[in-house]
């Protein structure tokens, strides 16, 4: 997007060069020589090793990223990014053959606004001649199994569009590489591919896998990473790095490394150059025999390394020297300083035929007890924090683009959505959603995210008052899921503003705490609404503590228009005991107009669900079971359970209860069965009146340690579904793929932990099926999840484990809750009975609406007549297949919107079909003036991406579609959407 | 001694200036503005604290020096000087404000031979300048309880020489730096006074001494280091760091320092600067209450720190920003980035008067139960040895000057002394020669040492040849302490060469191993010399195993002249039986016409020793003893015996045996009692028939352990002089200081450790008296001492420990022997009774004989009649009151000349007198064409010398004695020494 390439349509973007996309601070010396064209010379002829110099940045773990950055707490690890680039920099301007490349942008941010332009202009001078290459240039490397989607696109943007804006297409990655993820999402690839990038490169893999693909030379592939996307959309060539992201033994020249110095003064004791060059010529030779080229790869770095770059450069640069040297000698062996895109593009000027890759690489485990399953758990409240900030930073982002400059400077003060921009973009590192940092990290993130939303809580409220025209303050409330809201508590009259996200109407169940017993509740057209009041549950006061006393909850169903809000009034009516009180039997069944579901009466446990409507019923039973976290005392394996790794002691799981006590609440609005089955778990069964799903709502924690046995809590809900071993999980949140129990699609799969081995992230879904049901499970937050038994679908909800699992974090997972007991979770499950041919089209919208909630803000009292109670910013709902991704102000009167088709290929009947939107009719309050589509990243024009083409042995070899160079065309208003198709739009808009 | 400042006689030296003095390869951009010129300024109304970058460079210690110059084995301990010095010199040239002092040469002149010029220059600038300071500028930084006053002088001036010839006057130290030795000797002050030194400053004193400085801020004095030099020849200002060499708690930024860093990032998380500004400011406060100035130094460094400069000067860049800009606040304090140099010119002009020192630092304790006195003999095998290669190197030395260049390339190939040379100089180190090393590293100063012999070997075999004109093969007999000479065992007929580097002629016995019965040997002039032939002892058949067979000893008295050889030729007469074989009963006297020695014939222990001259008589019984050496597992605290330390269990050592087990041997030549107290302890008293002193050699070891009980063995001399507490040592083998038990004479000694906190280092002699009687021990090696009783005398001759006294090295001091059983340490103690008024006489030059041992090379057969069997290099031999201190060849044409008076003032009525010698008469075969006498250190015409003056409380204050500056007049021939002084002079000579 650099301006000297990129053209846009004159009439309407006249303004835009310099505003954005070209590089204004740095001079340049001379016309940049970067990307491919300043990849060094290679020698046909010998067998060339590319020594890559990189370090591993961990946006956050075992120490916080700020702490990180300044090098503070080097007693946990020596770590310090600020001096990183100091160093590196200093160290690539002594000889231009040096190379470095820098990966987590939001740490080169922060080093980057600190330095002088001095320094800034060498910098730009080392990026235009490629010295110093961004690679994959997110704000963070993100997890693979438990982000989402939108969060990762998010990340990326805002990493990219650094880059982009500070130096321009020198800045623009090539290459994705994710070096440390443990495993890796085929949806990542996906989105890697539509960013643009040219290739990728990872670490991490199952070791069966690995062996196989040495032994067959199949490190490296093109992943085809979409089922509905037509080729090459998302293939994205993969390859495996020799050595995870670690130099070969022996030649780790780090601070933190031990290794032998090439000691090379003859004068000096132990001169050791000829056995050094002997050891790295046997370790090419060795490694070449993996790969297909005669270019081999070597991560010459590894985690918060190069803090001091010289002991690295002087060492490499002997060993290039001494190495080479032997070629004189008949050695065929070129050793160069080298990068990854420059790499790859020697793999790409083989024009070889590369093996295709359509599955995923999940589960990965590096022995064969030692599946890193378990952080698609770990750390549930957090997960659910992260998601539920996702949904907050879409409503801050749209709400800045409604509200205007206001939004930023209002009535409610200064508010801005970059702070939790840049929060989200963080905890999508994969050791931050991941679950797998340090506790005190953990809070920090959890921090940054409630900072972020401090900040985006002024925008929002700023930006509702220019669209209501009502400026009274307003109150949001954090404790609504454990009963608490001193407003809603103690107020005999108030209104409830309810954002709604999506891009289209959504319907939606509100409980609020309060203390009266009867309401009036009132909607935006002076309508009322149906309400009830039932009490607060035993496990909700027992988790709320001290931090609220409402007895009961104000439960009513709310609509909310697309990308707006709808604002209801809320009287007490009557104090004094409630209409009625809970039963203490098990009912035989609660049902709706939708769905029916049974209970046994003797166990209070679920007995079978049916949908009304297409008249399915399946028997289903459901109860809470912990595995015996293995405490690494075991014969097969030192093993323990840990943050990462999931380890049951035994394949069958302890049942929590047989029975459970019983509380049932019925009445208009919902039906509610409390279920008791220890002091540590309850679940909330419950189904609203206009509900076409059952929720669950479960509530685990403090989870009991004192018999010394660490604990995998999950629920099970066992069918008579016929799945047959196989389930179905979603990758990131979007498309779905197969999972087969003791099966791998790619190697014969020697399966060593029955339990483990088979959990696969579960981001938004999982699914059973069979020719006449598929029960689909929602989910609120990333999780891990299984079918260990045919019919049945099980999912990890919370995990506290007594040792740590070697993996580095140092610690054993065991969250403290508020009085060190452990951490209470608290998440629902959605359950959605359908026909398999149908399915999609509940489990779509409904996963899109779990992921962007409405918001709910407070206003004391009444409002003022003139006040707005309804709003959209858009002119009509979207198509019911298109999901309104992303609607953020880029710049001043410029807008970044994503629209996606949100269904497979074939997956609906009616939805699985193009679909138009016409983008000048979008908007309700703004006129859009013109549109340039993007990449996915939104780093480059959309016409001007063009990736290197790759020849599979398996499937089609498409060219790429490329785009009319140069041209930058204005796209036309009406824009087709293909199935799980994102096209990314930058739009110039003027607020009506 | 730089060109541009010196002047050198032109009649004589016309050809000098660009050999030597001026450095040659820098080009200068302007005039150096170096030195004290160069210092920053300061606040004169404010507290000034003065930064000092720097880094403390063990001349190795857990690595080898190699290993450390690398950074190789980082396993062990992570430091790489090579980084350091690159990284350092990056730093400096980002701000001119930056300072760094650099302290071991050796280190320097590493790093320096592989630059490039560009490097070179910029150094070299950075030096003129005064950014980049050398500090205490020799080879390492010595040890001061263990060396001896020659090496040291030889280290220093190798190091100084160095910087001298490579960067001139800019290069010059102005300060001594002994931060970490522990504990500190009088006689090195003295040399660093006449070595030109304005200060000194060191960091470790013993703990009670420390408090009580800090009491009466006498934490800086002026030491008066010489009871016999005129003040102020030896008067050093000496200041004690405040922290070690440390920097304050909180505020190491090293990489290996887990200090938090400042974080100035207002936008980022833990924003410190108040705190850490706040917290500086009270550690400058506090401290300032230490010292009389307004100025107070912090050491901004540690071990080997500095290897990423840039976090270190990033973060002091910061805090003096910060600091400093409390001053618009009101603060006082002003921070700046100084040198130890700039810190003492400061004190200097505060034209203070400072309290007066003439005692020394030994011994130190850092806590009540933790003396380090054990490292006075660890590692005695290591400590002979180096004393031993001293000797050695000054033969070398003076073989060159003798035999011209032909001595560095001739008939026996190419030779040098500089291998040696710095062999030795690394040898001094304070983790060397002290025995406080690991194993590994212990062995690689003796294999330095040996591959600097073997290349002296060399050169001594070419000057040999030229002196003598016989190039025949020359062998050398390493083995001869153990019986060992593979010529001397299998030859009938063999020349030996008695080279003598004293300045006198020297008389000496000689043993060689044979296994003939019967042998004549012949002197250079052609008389027959008596000769004995005697067994091998048992306790030598043990130790030497199959290293040699030799069944006899030859046992002869030889002559050399002075600074020359004698020629012996020897031929075997007979095999067979000997003729006496040794008696196997305690004898109740052996004699010879000096000394009458007495034994009690049931324990075969000594009982008396005569002195038949002076007709003296004292008791005298002798034994071993062993202190069980501290586990750590006591109540009092938990500090074991290690390398360093000293701790005894109990203070009653245990007895070896109450009786030893006798052999005799007494013939013509030698009378010797074989004493065999146990497995692991014999010893021969011995008495040769020309001998004044009585020799004791003590065989100790492998020291059994498999009791479990770690052993530091003694042996202790108990006599009736009544020496009341009272015993004296040398320091570093020249002058004495007094020692009286459970005192120290600065401070009320509170003694907490009876024995160890009793023990001073021995370098070469340790006495008592009383008014009638001088029992002086000259020792082969440096060694503990002390006088528990009243009359007694002891010595710690060997320890073999259990456990580490965690003070770093990490290993328990248990050399290893042959058979992994232990260390076997083999060495000599001289017995001297004599008239304390005359005991001088005898025990200066005996000790000088112990110190230049006669060095013995044999060649096979006969030699070619014209052969010069005899040799002298002086005219004459010098006076008894002078020692031929340094004869080395400086530059072609150039001769380094040390000339010492040997006596203290008064402690002789014969000697302790001015003596006159002729520089033109000197030299047998060299005209002396001119002289320039130097400093000490040899890098600054003795006329040129100017340094601080000091005023003192205590003492006279005396002005310096100024030279005339600039003349750098040549000498008159006849120089004269008073006592106690080393003049040094350049010659430049010419062969005759």
């Known amino acids: 997007m650099a301006a000297h390439t990129a053209y846009w349509a004159a009439v309407l973007f006249l303004s835009l060069i310099g505003v954005w996309g070209f590089p204004t601070g740095p001079v340049f010396n001379r016309d940049p020589v970067c990307g491919y064209k300043s990849c060094p010379a290679t020698q046909p002829s010998m067998l060339n090793v590319h020594l890559i110099p990189h370090t591993h940045d961990d946006v956050g773990w075992l120490k916080t990223v700020d702490q990180y950055f300044y090098g503070d707490r080097n007693e946990i690890q020596h770590a310090g990014v600020q001096y990183i680039l100091d160093s590196v920099v200093e160290q690539l301007q002594k000889d231009p053959a040096r190379r470095f490349i820098y990966v987590e942008t939001a740490f080169f941010y922060r080093w980057w606004r600190r330095q002088n332009q001095a320094t800034r202009k060498i910098v730009t001078q080392l990026v235009n001649e490629g010295r110093l290459e961004f690679i994959n240039g997110g704000w963070c490397m993100s997890d693979e199994a438990t982000t989402h989607y939108s969060a990762v696109i998010d990340q990326m943007t805002l990493g990219l569009r650094f880059l982009n804006d500070t130096f321009g297409e020198c800045g623009r990655p090539r290459v994705a590489w994710h070096i440390d993820p443990f495993g890796h999402a085929r ?7 539509q960013m643009g990038f040219d290739g990728f490169f990872f670490g991490r893999l199952d070791y069966q896998d690995k062996g196989r693909r040495i032994r067959t ?20 060539f993969t390859g495996i790095l020799p050595n995870g992201y670690n130099p070969p033994d022996g030649f780790c020249w780090d601070q933190s490394c031990s290794d032998a110095p090439i000691r090379d003064d003859p004068d000096l004791e132990d001169y050791n150059v000829d056995q050094m060059v002997f050891k790295f010529l046997e370790v090419a030779e060795s490694q070449a025999t993996w790969y297909k080229t005669n270019h081999i790869v070597m991560t010459m770095g590894s985690d918060f390394q190069y803090e001091n770059a010289n002991m690295w450069y002087k060492n490499m640069d002997k060993l290039i020297h001494y190495v080479n040297a032997q070629q004189s000698n008949g050695s065929r062996v070129n050793v ?89 973009a963080v905890a ?49 409330c954090e404790g609504l899921n454990i009963s608490v809201c001193p407003l809603t508590e103690s107020s005999q009259k108030f209104t409830m503003t309810v954002y709604n996200p999506l891009g289209r109407a959504v319907t939606w169940s509100v409980r609020l705490p309060v203390n009266g017993t009867a309401y009036s509740v009132i909607d935006p057209r002076g309508k009322s609404v149906a309400s009830e009041v039932i009490p607060v549950s035993k496990a909700t006061q027992l988790i ?7 007895m009961y909850e104000l439960v009513f169903q709310v609509q909310a228009p697309p990308m707006g809000f709808s604002t209801y009034s809320i009287s007490m009516l009557q104090t004094g005991p409630p209409a009625a009180s809970p039963k203490f039997r098990a009912p035989r069944t609660i049902q709706n107009k939708y769905l029916k579901v049974t209970f046994d009466p003797d166990t209070g446990l679920l007995t079978s669900l049916s949908n009304l409507e297409t008249l399915q019923t399946i028997k289903l039973s459901q109860n809470f079971y912990w595995y015996n976290a293995s405490d690494g005392k075991n014969k097969d394996s030192d093993q323990p359970s840990g943050a990462y790794i999931f380890r049951p002691n035994s394949s069958t799981p302890f049942t929590v209860s047989k029975t459970a006590k019983i509380e049932t609440v019925q009445n208009g609005v919902v039906q509610e069965v409390k279920q008791w089955f220890s002091p540590w778990i309850s679940q909330v069964v419950r189904l609203y009146e206009d509900s076409r799903e059952l929720e669950l709502e479960w509530t685990v924690g403090p989870v009991p340690v004192d018999d010394d046995l660490g604990k995998e809590v999950i629920t099970r809900l066992d069918t008579d579904i016929l799945s047959s071993g196989y389930f179905y999980t979603d990758s990131n949140g979007r498309e779905v793929l197969e999972r087969r129990r003791d099966f791998r699609p790619t190697w014969d799969l020697f399966q060593s932990e029955p339990i483990a081995g088979n959990y696969y992230p579960v981001n938004s879904r999982v699914y059973i099926k069979d020719d006449a049901n598929q029960l689909t499970v929602v989910t609120d937050r990333s999780q891990g999840g299984s079918s260990i038994l045919n019919g049945s679908l099980e999912i990890m909800l919370h995990r506290r484990l007594l040792y740590d699992d070697n993996r580095g974090v140092g610690e054993p997972l065991s969250e403290p809750g508020e009085n060190e007991n452990g951490l209470v979770a608290r998440g629902r499950l959605l359950l959605s009975l359908s026909k398999p041919a149908t399915a999609a089209d509940t489990h779509r919208p409904l996963a899109q609406s779990m992921v962007l909630q409405p918001l709910l803000s407070f206003q004391q009292g009444t409002l003022h007549p003139n006040t707005k109670l309804e709003f959209s910013g858009l002119q009509a709902a979207l198509p019911p297949a298109v999901h309104l991704l992303t609607v953020s102000q880029w710049e001043k009167d410029l807008v970044l919107l994503r629209l996606e088709h949100q269904f497979q290929a074939k997956e609906s009947k009616t939805y699985s079909q193009p679909v138009t939107v016409n983008l000048q009719k979008l908007f309700s309050t703004l006129d859009v003036l013109g549109a340039s589509e993007m990449s996915l990243g939104a780093n480059q024009w959309k016409d001007e991406m063009s990736r290197l083409d790759w020849k599979t042995s398996g499937g089609e070899n498409m060219k790429p579609r490329k785009g009319m160079k140069g041209t930058g065309d204005a796209v036309p208003w009406e824009v087709t959407l293909n199935p799980m198709e994102i096209r990314t739009f930058l739009l110039r808009v003027q607020q009506r």
């Open 428 to 476: 999508q590192h994969h050791d931050a959603v991941s679950g797998t940092e340090k506790q005190h990290v953990a809070y920090d993130y959890a921090r940054r995210l409630a900072t972020g939303w401090a900040h985006c809580e002024v925008l929002v409220s700023n930006s509702l008052a220019v669209l209501s025209g009502s400026d009274a303050p307003r109150i949001y």
């Open 187 to 193: 949806e990542h690839a996906s989105m890697f591919a």
């Open 217 to 236: 030379k199949e490190m490296e592939m093109l992943w085809r990473a979409s089922d509905t996307l037509t080729p090459p959309t998302a293939d994205l």
């Open 544 to 550: 709320r503590r001290d931090r609220g006393y409402a």
């Open 336 to 424: 160069l300083y080298s990068t990854p895109s420059c790499y790859l593009q020697e793999l790409h000027r083989a024009n070889l035929t590369w093996p295709l890759k359509t599955d995923d690489f999940f589960p990965y485990a590096d022995a064969a007890h030692d599946f890193w399953t378990g952080y698609f758990t770990s750390r549930p409240a957090l997960k659910r924090y992260e998601r539920e900030s996702n949904s907050r930073l879409q409503t801050c982002n749209q709400l800045e683009v409604l509200g205007g400059p206001k939004s930023r400077r209002g009535p409610h003060g200064e508010g801005d959505s970059d702070t939790m921009r840049k929060a989200m």
